[in-house]
């Protein structure tokens, strides 16, 4: 599937597609190319009903150091305007299906953003996440000072964007920015089970569950309810439903087609 240059994209098992940083010289710096070739492989996952989940990774030495400072300055008040990188971001936004996140090294920036775009983050226990924007006449731009107060709360997001200081990776799991922390030479195989564990699941019923638990996010308690009740009930009309209570009826191993 790699017709890439900046990442490698490669399916890992019968239904994870596992896409990969490939700029080490450069930290796997974040260019406009980067996110237009990870939204290509997001894009072309989602039309293949046989990709479950997503495993996005670094590799074992860095996640993303951040943007490519060279491309963003280029740019001044007016360019930035028309600047292409928000529809890619928008892109990883969009995405139905499960990402988890494989993290080793330096999560910065940009490259804290992106992990910030997947549903699950592993990290190792080298990981340093943050948002060192501020130290370049900047805030973040691509969802860090709402994400990550989402994912952390006020006064921990607060310190991490106005100092840039960076967090380990127990911290951050501690705050809710990561789901789990193993040994860094773990990572990427911990990552790919839970994301091979994903992908056995019902895929009609993971795609509503990404969809409420995200809705929980994007308005009130009240409308969240009301959507998740919604999914619920349309997930009754699925074959896979049907299959799932045959299977556990009859103590087997049930067997989900996204039907």
């Known amino acids: 599937m790699n017709q890439f240059s900046d990442i490698r994209a490669e399916r890992v098992g019968a239904h994870v597609l596992r896409v990969t940083l490939n700029r080490p010289e450069l930290r796997n710096a974040l260019r406009t190319q980067t996110l237009a070739e990870i939204a290509q492989a997001l894009e072309t996952a989602e039309a293949d009903p046989t990709i479950r989940a997503v495993l996005l990774t670094g590799g074992s030495k860095v996640f993303a150091a951040g943007a490519d400072i060279n491309e963003l300055a280029a740019h001044d008040a007016v360019s930035i305007q028309t600047d292409s990188r ?35 983050v592993v990290a190792g226990l080298d990981a340093r996440f943050g948002q060192p924007e501020i130290n370049l006449g900047i805030i973040p731009g691509a969802g860090g000072t709402q994400r990550l107060t989402w994912a952390v709360g006020k006064s921990l997001a607060m310190r991490m964007v106005l100092t840039g200081e960076m967090i380990d990776a127990e911290t951050a799991r501690a705050h809710g920015l990561v789901a789990e922390t193993c040994q860094p030479e773990l990572t990427l195989e911990r990552a790919q089970a839970l994301a091979e564990t994903i992908a056995t699941k019902p895929p009609l019923a993971v795609r509503a569950a990404k969809e409420a638990v995200l809705k929980s996010f994007e308005s009130g308690l009240e409308a969240g309810l009301t959507h998740e009740r919604k999914c619920f009930a349309a997930l009754f009309a699925t074959a896979d439903f049907r299959e799932g209570v045959a299977a556990f009826r009859e103590k087997r191993r049930a067997q989900f087609q996204g039907l």
């Open 86 to 120: 928000p529809k890619h971001w928008a892109a990883l936004r969009r995405f139905p299906k499960p990402i988890v996140a494989a993290v080793n090294g330096f999560c910065l920036g940009g490259g804290c953003e992106l992990a910030m775009h997947a549903d699950i």
